[in-house]
């Protein structure tokens, strides 16, 4: 037979291939479900993730990215002369915010944490150069657990021409420089404007970005939404209810509208057995007493510029140096690193090179302070704060 013919029957004998359709489909279709499979998965397990963390935003205890219209509404009632009572799980710096444009100049404003939220100034016991005891006369614009930052925040609201205090009085407390804290966000504008006129290295963008970054961080901690859960539990979704007032003091904290803050009523017995609790099991282990030394980059003068950025502009400032019980002032004698008389005598160093005025100590012997003027283990009763405040 001939090759041709030969290999011509050959392929008619040889089948050709021809794939079927299942064969075919079969590999991608299988594809397809496990990624569909994997998807829905991955979608389920990010669900159950983020749904505590958009439980804790929902519930922002901390008022990490809540928006502020609780705190307006309060300043608009502060500013009508009305007290506010159960204030303190909002944010108070944003309310200074909203209260300081309804304000007078003040002639002295009152800066600093807690410790110095007692002040009353011309509305209560008395300040030196407390002005002319007219509304605008004095401003307490201390906020809780505050830092140098928020002083400096506190301060920007009125740092203008025709704004600015005759008189600052700065409440330093020995971890003033030292503590690390972001409850400034509300006042992050005016925080930047001090640092930048007072020559402090500042980048707001930076510290923008840090700010959302770390608040993010947070509300996705499990600690948050632990804390969140308590909120919910105890006071529902809105939270607790401040109450406006006629009476200057509740069984809350109650604020004024010169910015000052009366406590419920603390007994003698009450203050001085907080204060002897704090010192033998608590002091130990709070971090405000521990790396008094410690700075941000590029803040070790920090203070210091703020207060010759106070005089630079006409504005005398006084340093108050709120006194401790003696149990926890000796207690904090035996932590390791700075100590409170170390801490003393470099605040004092500082006024003395920048004009300001000192007073008070953090030895309350020394403050002629008696132990039974304090509220508890660091907060000093209003008569006391005022006559250290006017020495």
């Not at 925080?191 to 930076?206: D, F, K």
């Not at 105890?234 to 200057?248: C, E, F, K, N, V």
């Not at 057995?273 to 971090?287: E, K, M, P």
Request: with cysteine; net charge positive; hydrophobic share 40%.
């Amino acid at each position: 037979m001939p090759s041709s013919s030969r290999s011509t029957s050959e392929r008619r004998l040889t089948p050709t291939y021809v794939p079927t359709p299942s064969r075919v489909s079969a590999v991608p279709v299988r594809r397809s479900r496990r990624a569909v499979t994997f998807a829905t998965r991955a979608a389920l397990v990010l669900g159950v993730v983020a749904l505590p963390m958009a439980f804790s935003a929902w519930i922002d205890p901390a008022r990490l990215v809540t928006t502020r219209g609780a705190e307006r509404e309060i300043a608009r009632v502060l500013a009508t002369g009305t007290n506010v009572t159960d204030f303190a799980s909002y944010d108070d710096r944003a309310i200074e915010q909203h209260l300081a444009p309804t304000r007078a100049r003040p002639e002295v404003l009152a800066l600093g944490s807690s410790r110095m939220q007692a002040l009353r100034g011309c509305a209560g016991a008395e300040v030196r150069a407390c002005g002319n005891g007219t509304s605008g006369g004095f401003v307490n614009g201390a906020v809780q657990e505050a830092a140098l930052d928020d002083m400096l925040g506190v301060y920007g609201l009125y740092d203008a021409p025709g704004r600015r205090p005759n008189r600052v009085v700065i409440g330093v407390d020995p971890w003033t420089e030292s503590a690390s804290s972001e409850r400034w966000r509300s006042l992050a504008a005016e925080r930047a404007m001090v640092m930048h006129r007072a020559g402090i290295p500042v980048s707001p963008r930076l510290d923008a970005i840090g700010l959302w970054a770390r608040a993010v961080g947070t509300l996705a901690t499990p600690g948050y939404f632990r804390l969140a859960l308590d909120s919910f539990q105890r006071y529902g979704a809105q939270g607790p209810a401040w109450q406006p007032s006629d009476r200057a003091q509740n069984a809350g904290k109650t604020k004024l509208p010169d910015g000052s803050v009366t406590w419920p009523v603390v007994s003698d017995d009450d203050g001085e057995r907080a204060a002897a609790r704090f010192a033998a099991t608590v002091l130990v282990h709070d971090a405000r007493f521990h790396d008094f030394k410690r700075r941000a980059p590029g803040r070790d003068d920090a203070l210091e510029r703020f207060l010759r950025y106070l005089q630079s502009e006409g504005v005398s400032a006084t340093v108050v140096l709120v006194p401790f019980p003696a149990a926890v002032y000796d207690a904090s004698l035996k932590l390791s690193g700075d100590s409170l008389q170390r801490v003393e005598r470099r605040v004092r160093t500082i006024a003395a090179r920048t004009g300001a005025t000192v007073v008070g100590s953090y030895d309350r012997r020394v403050a002629g302070v008696s132990a039974r003027e304090f509220l508890d283990e660091e907060h000093l009763r209003p008569d006391a704060l005022a006559r250290v405040a006017a020495h």
